[in-house]
């Protein structure tokens, strides 16, 4: 453990950013397989919803520096591609 308050202080700051960006990645990945499920039962209203949801939470993630930007942008395009599968 730490001696000097201020690195104690960063250890507490970096342990709470970290469980902010869990819960960040946590919920895309639910996301994700809520979107799969509906994807594959066939429901296009609610893969719909699902998926604007995805990509609402992705954004989010992204803008808070919990994902990298290039990792947000191929999990749309995954998103989307698996999206598209209920159309064709």
Known sequence: MANIASQEKR????ERERLENRRY???IKTYFRRLE??????D???ADTEHRELIS???RAVKRHALH???G???KSRAA????????
Do not use: E, P
């Open 44 to 46: 296009a209203a609610t």
């Open 73 to 75: 942008a191929r999990k």
């Open 25 to 27: 990645t946590s919920s």
């Open 11 to 14: 250890i507490h700051r970096a």
């Open 81 to 88: 591609a698996l999206r598209a599968k209920l159309n064709s």
């Open 69 to 71: 930007k290039n990792n």
């Open 37 to 42: 499920a509906a994807v594959a039962a066939g």
């Open 57 to 59: 939470r992705i954004d």
